[in-house]
């Protein structure tokens, strides 16, 4: 397999990772950050990816490599990422989102979420380019799903370096190292990969992303969206997410 099919999952990777910069952006232009915003857009992430995950690429890997591998590698990608999770914690932007502007803490606490986010991304990085590896209408259907709750990574690692610092370059670079782990997984799973990729391991692949989203959605994103009494926009955001990405399937 040459290098020269790799270009677009590894441009998807980048787009996806990209999206954290975006968040760190849009920081710089809220007066007043509505939690409902957060919480529409991490359901729209949450019913996207796991949509994509039991219609698209656990089916498809059971199709290609059978049941036991399939569920095999799907419960090894959840198992993986619960080790990154309990290893290191990962932060969200409503754990900062009260705490005072002039707490010396901020700044400390947006370097540790940049760290933390940046290795969560790096799995995800690997599940976009793996994916767009084997079917590029899947990868930028999981590109965009995980893009979107890029955005509130990017601002839960630039509000808090911002406030603290008072600079929106520092605020804007610290987003961009945590967002650059996606890409930087897509060339990990390059170098690793390439000499060992068939039918059979893209479809092990395609499972382990799978268990991959399954837990980012259950154990990150649907709990934070539901928080506090607005979670029927959650919901809402959720069966929207599954149903933008039904008809997408069917059309792009």
């Known amino acids: 397999m040459f290098i020269k099919q790799f270009w677009f999952p590894l441009l998807l990777s980048v787009v996806a990772g990209l999206f954290t910069v975006l968040g760190s952006c849009i920081t710089f ?21 796991l949509y994509v995950s039991f219609e698209e690429l656990l089916p498809g890997a059971i199709r290609d490599i059978g049941p ?7 419960f090894g990608g959840i198992l993986g990422v ?15 989102i009260h ?10 606490a947006g370097v540790f979420t940049a760290i933390g986010i940046a290795i969560h991304n ?5 599940a976009v380019f793996m994916s767009a590896l084997v079917d590029a209408k899947l990868g930028v259907v999981l590109a965009i799903a995980i893009a979107l709750h890029n955005i509130p990574e990017g601002i839960a690692v630039a ?16 987003s961009f190292l945590s967002g650059f782990a996606e890409p930087a997984g897509a060339v990990l799973a390059i170098l690793v990969l390439m000499p060992f990729l068939s039918a059979a391991v893209l479809s092990i692949a395609l499972a382990v992303v799978a268990g991959v989203m399954v837990f980012i959605s259950f154990d990150e994103l649907l709990p934070l969206s539901c928080q506090s009494d607005g979670y029927h926009i959650a919901i809402f955001g959720v069966i929207l997410g599954m149903a933008v990405m039904a008809v997408s399937l069917l059309f792009i």
């Open 29 to 49: 232009f809220i007066k007043d950050f509505k939690r409902s915003y957060l919480q529409f857009f991490l359901g729209l992430s949450g019913g996207v990816m």
């Open 159 to 174: 509000m808090p370096i911002f406030y603290a610092t008072k600079s929106k370059r520092k605020a804007f670079w610290y």
């Open 99 to 108: 705490k005072d502007a002039h707490d010396k803490k901020l700044m400390s």
């Open 68 to 74: 036991f591998q399939a569920n095999l590698a799907f």
């Open 122 to 126: 790096f799995p995800e990085g690997v």
């Open 82 to 96: 619960m080790l990154i999770d309990f290893l290191i914690p990962h932060e969200y932007i409503a754990e900062h």
